[in-house]
């Protein structure tokens, strides 16, 4: 690798943060994925509430969703930017909360019914896109929330993120 590569890598990213970075990637697809193939022939649950279906469906809002993508990027790079013992602190409690997570995705399987998505459109068909590659399983606990909620704890007492 050209060395000057190698010096904006370390820039963003020390050397040691970078192997539990690529092992909090490894397990997530792990745990979610893996619990899918598991739980294959398991019954599911629909765990949707009256509101769940009370709230109008707007296509729209796929922009939030993958914006929080983006968001858990940049938020896990800086949390590996800490020193070395907060990232693997982190890290370590990130890998814990993904074997919880698998526990339930396998003793309590979920799922819900999506809303139809009809008609052309880029939003429309930006959504049933969505819909092919995530498929409403492993619902509980969120792990969405949980990520969400991992950045926050993350940072949040470090002076130098605003």
């Known amino acids: 690798m050209p060395d000057w590569i190698e010096q904006k890598r370390k820039r963003l990213l020390p ?18 994925g893996g619990a899918q193939l598991l ?18 469906f707007i296509p729209q809002f796929l922009v939030v969703y993958l914006g929080c993508y983006l968001f858990w990027i940049v938020n896990y790079i800086l949390i590996a930017r800490q020193d070395k013992t907060r990232c693997y602190q982190f890290f370590t409690a990130d890998f814990l909360s993904r074997i919880v997570c ?6 309590f399987p979920t799922t819900n019914i999506r809303p139809d998505v009809s008609g052309p459109g880029f939003w429309n068909h930006a959504m049933r896109i969505l819909y092919t590659l995530d498929l ?3 619902l509980f606990p ?14 949040r007492r470090n002076t130098t993120i605003p």
């Open 15 to 32: 050397g040691y943060a970078v192997l539990p970075l690529i092992f909090a990637v490894a397990v997530n697809f792990t745990v979610y």
């Open 39 to 56: 739980a294959l022939d398991l019954p599911r649950y629909d765990i949707a509430s009256p509101l769940d279906n009370r709230l109008p």
């Open 102 to 107: 698998l526990i339930f995705f396998l003793a």
């Open 136 to 138: 409403p399983l492993n």
């Open 142 to 155: 969120s792990v969405h929330c949980l990520v969400s909620w991992f950045c926050y704890i993350g940072i």
